[in-house]
């Protein structure tokens, strides 16, 4: 009598591998990987599997399946069960380039928001005797913009105790029905943090103002911006921009010590039906440049902020 032949059992994982310790981070993580968001994941991977294995013919003991407990913090899974080892190899590089040309996205957003630097993601399975693929996140060049075009000031990031929050938030209307807010958060780093701790821009105990990398065309579409100290008031400042032809929006002034800058915001009022993206010059989609300068005005460390997916 012939042995019947064994199934394998497998599972596909998408897994959070590290990320930054900031202060951000945790919200980016709670706010982003919800069970909503892992429940869309986890059964597009299903559906994908459990379609191509009928498309290649391949009959699965269990379809690919998940509940809720399915989703953890760091870690979602869906399993499914082939008739066969044999079975299970056959779908092995489907899987794996699915997981990089489909799934991965699909989950993330955009590979290369500026929220994401730092971050490490993989899809991978969890029975290699049987069925074996894996996808990690692509990494992304820095994107480079031509800013601040005014200066020769020193634009490193992490040069001066100063940052921009990687994400930007819709918050809800402005003062009036007719705009609409678009947030920014400032943070502050020190210690092994700082590029180069005994620098000069390293030294910087104020930041005076950021500047952003804005199309002057939409000189009309921002009528305020609202800018909150940590532990501070909010308080509305007028409109600044740079020279014409100097793509500059400028946010001053602010003067903000390290304690207030710690967890500062800053909100464009942008009339409806101006994006973000429309706003904010450069090549990276829904993404605004901000240069963050001290008193010296020498130090102006520049950072991307990407406009966070709903």
């Not at 008739?83 to 699915?98: G, H, L």
Request: one cysteine or more; a neutral charge; glycine letters at 8%.
């Amino acid at each position: 009598m012939l042995a019947r032949p064994q199934v394998c059992q497998a599972c596909i994982s998408f897994n959070i591998d590290a990320y930054p310790t900031f202060f951000w981070s945790d919200y980016l993580k709670k706010y982003y990987f919800n069970q909503g968001r892992c429940l869309d994941g986890l059964g597009l991977i299903s559906g994908d599997m459990n379609d191509a294995a009928s498309q290649m013919g391949i009959k699965l003991a269990q379809p690919f399946s998940y509940t809720p407990a399915n989703c953890g913090s760091s870690k979602w899974t869906t399993c499914g069960i082939f008739s066969t080892d044999a079975d299970a190899k056959k779908m092995q590089d489907w899987a794996t380039q699915q997981a990089n040309n489909v799934w991965m996205e699909s989950i993330t957003g955009p590979a290369c928001s500026s929220y994401w630097k730092g971050w490490q993601f993989s899809i991978t399975s969890t029975n290699g005797q049987c069925f074996s693929m894996s996808a990690s996140s692509r990494a992304c060049a820095v994107d480079e913009v031509p800013f601040p075009t005014h200066t020769k000031c020193k634009k490193d990031q992490f040069s001066t105790p100063f940052a921009l929050v990687p994400y930007v938030l819709e918050a809800g209307k402005g003062r009036t029905n007719g705009t609409d807010l678009y947030c920014f958060q400032t943070y502050t780093v020190s210690g092994s943090q700082l590029v180069d701790p005994q620098n000069k821009c390293a030294k910087s105990t104020m930041l005076n103002k950021i500047e952003f990398y804005a199309d002057e065309t939409f000189r009309r579409a921002i009528s305020g911006v609202r800018v909150t100290p940590k532990g501070g008031k909010s308080n509305w400042l007028s409109t600044s921009w740079g020279a014409v032809g100097m793509s500059t929006f400028k946010v001053t002034p602010l003067d903000w010590t390290i304690a207030q800058a710690s967890q500062g915001e800053i909100c464009f009022e942008l009339k409806n039906g101006v994006s973000i993206d429309d706003f904010c010059l450069g090549e990276q989609p829904d993404t605004c440049h901000g240069s963050i300068f001290d008193n010296s005005l020498d130090c102006c460390p520049t950072y991307p902020s990407t406009l966070l997916l709903q």
